[in-house]
Structure formats: structure tokens, C-alpha cells
């Protein structure tokens, strides 16, 4: 019902920057329908467990991981029914697979199929 695509993924140098962006669509998808989701981005490295980045949820309350704080930030357009995580200040061990997720605080949860996300010289 409702589709998530990642993008902005890539290579860059440690210290450098990546915006993410995640776009919502779906047959009954408005932008104030998108609003009352929760969105999340979360990251994955094989070997490891799928952690949780950052968080917004439909009263603009934010949420991160100890390891994004001070770095990242998450915002959301509603109107565009876009998410974004910008990354600052990347470290290798940032290198993963990004994902998005929006939840319904009612129904249903979606994910992405990810971004690969690669900090290296």
C-alpha cells in the first residue's frame, strides 16, 4: 500500500557529508495522511544487527542513536512526503545500508530497500 524508496547513497571520504532521502507513495498517501507516520532510518552491516539511526514521529519530536548524535539530522516534508537523514562528519564505521521506515501509529509499518552508505579514502 505504501511504497519507500531510498536515495543519495554513495561513496564519500571520512569527514565528509550525505543527505539521504526517502520518498513515500501510495494510492490513498496525502501529505497529511503521511504526517501521522512515524519515519525512522536505520542501517544495516553484514555480521551485525539492524540498528536504529534516527527517529521523527508526527509532532516533529526527534530521536537518535548515540553514535548519530551531534552529526545527523532527520526532518521530514510532509507536502513532498519525503524523509531525509543528513550525515556529517562520517566515519568509516558509519559504512551500511540505510533504510527508511514509516509506521502508522494505527496500522501498518513499511520499509525501504536501502541505501548502501560507504565511508572510506
Known amino acids: 500500500q505504501v511504497q519507500l524508496v531510498e536515495s543519495g547513497g554513495g561513496l564519500v571520504q571520512p569527514g565528509g557529508s550525505l543527505r539521504l532521502s526517502c520518498a513515500a507513495s501510495?494510492?490513498?498517501?496525502?501529505?497529511?495522511?503521511?504526517?501521522?507516520?512515524?519515519v525512522r532510518w536505520f542501517r544495516h552491516t553484514p555480521g551485525k544487527q539492524r540498528d536504529l539511526v534516527a527517529s521523527?514521529?508526527?509532532?516533529?519530536?526527534?530521536n537518535y542513536a548515540d553514535s548519530a548524535n551531534n552529526r545527523f539530522i532527520i526532518s521530514r516534508d510532509n507536502d513532498k512526503k519525503t524523509m531525509y537523514l543528513q550525515m556529517n562528519s562520517l566515519k568509516p564505521e558509519d559504512s551500511a545500508v540505510y533504510y527508511c521506515?514509516?509506521?502508522?501509529?494505527?496500522?501498518?509499518?513499511?520499509w525501504g530497500r536501502g541505501t548502501r552508505v560507504t565511508v572510506s579514502s
Open positions: 501510495g494510492t490513498l498517501l496525502t501529505g497529511t495522511m503521511f504526517s501521522i507516520y512515524t
Open positions: 521523527v514521529d508526527k509532532d516533529g519530536r526527534t
Open positions: 521506515n514509516a509506521v502508522h501509529p494505527y496500522g501498518n509499518g513499511y
